[in-house]
């Protein structure tokens, strides 16, 4: 079975701090893992990893995988309160592809 | 351009009773995507749908639940009869293709059942 685990669960910071969120998985015939951020609504796409190595960036926002070891990180610099939000991470099924199993996500609060 | 949009938004009703769902996917996607996200669970994927056609269902959590797709820009889920335990965020997304292309979601359908 696919399995999907983000640590840490949830994250107190400060505005201006820098956080590294982790996610490791397993899967059998791995294509690509994806990076989402769920505020009040629906979750919404950041990245897509296919390579390991290649970091994948966007404004304060970066995340690079490793393929070897089975993990992704996604770091944010210069942390804002509107970073505030859930973080996803999710891989596709290894024999049903659209099938994206989803981590319990790490939920990242920045404080004024 | 219009996102995936998802009816009704809030729905709270009293267990028994028959819940619809109802998505239209983007224009031009071809894969359909139900969750169910609650904070034990998380987010579940419970069906999804390429070209109109159930591929993966095995989500769907008991027979009460069921889900169609009649063409390319509309599918509904459908809980009959529903139970408390069933009270969640129902999500709809859709992709292109069905390779773990990044999937686009609805705002959700907020599910109550007293």
């Known amino acids: 079975e696919d399995k999907v685990v983000q640590s840490p669960l949830s994250l107190v910071v400060h505005e201006g701090d820098t956080v590294t969120l982790n996610c490791s998985y397993e899967v059998t015939n791995f294509r690509s893992l994806l990076w989402y951020k769920q505020e009040k609504k629906a979750p919404t796409f950041l990245f897509m990893l296919t390579s390991s190595g290649i970091e994948k960036k966007s404004g304060r926002l970066s995340s690079i995988l490793d393929k070897k070891e089975l993990f992704s990180i996604l770091n944010i610099t210069a942390t804002q309160t509107g970073d505030s939000a859930i973080y996803l991470c999710a891989v596709p099924g290894g024999t049903s592809y659209g099938k994206l199993t989803f981590g319990q996500g790490t939920i990242l609060t920045v404080h004024p | ?114």
């Open chain 2, 1 to 114: 351009d219009a996102g995936v949009i998802q009816s009704p938004r809030h729905e709270v009703t009293e267990m028994g009773q028959e819940v619809t769902l109802r998505c239209k996917p983007i224009s031009g996607h071809n894969s359909l995507f139900w969750y169910r996200q609650t904070m034990m669970r998380g987010l579940e994927l419970l069906i999804y749908f390429n070209n109109n056609v159930p591929i993966d269902d095995s989500g769907m959590p008991e027979d009460r639940f069921s889900a169609k797709m009649p063409n390319a820009s509309f599918s509904t889920l459908k809980i009959q009869p529903s139970e408390p335990r069933d009270s969640a965020v129902y999500f709809c997304a859709s992709s292109h293709g069905q390779g773990g292309q990044p999937q686009h979601f609805g705002d959700g359908t907020r599910l109550s059942i007293l």
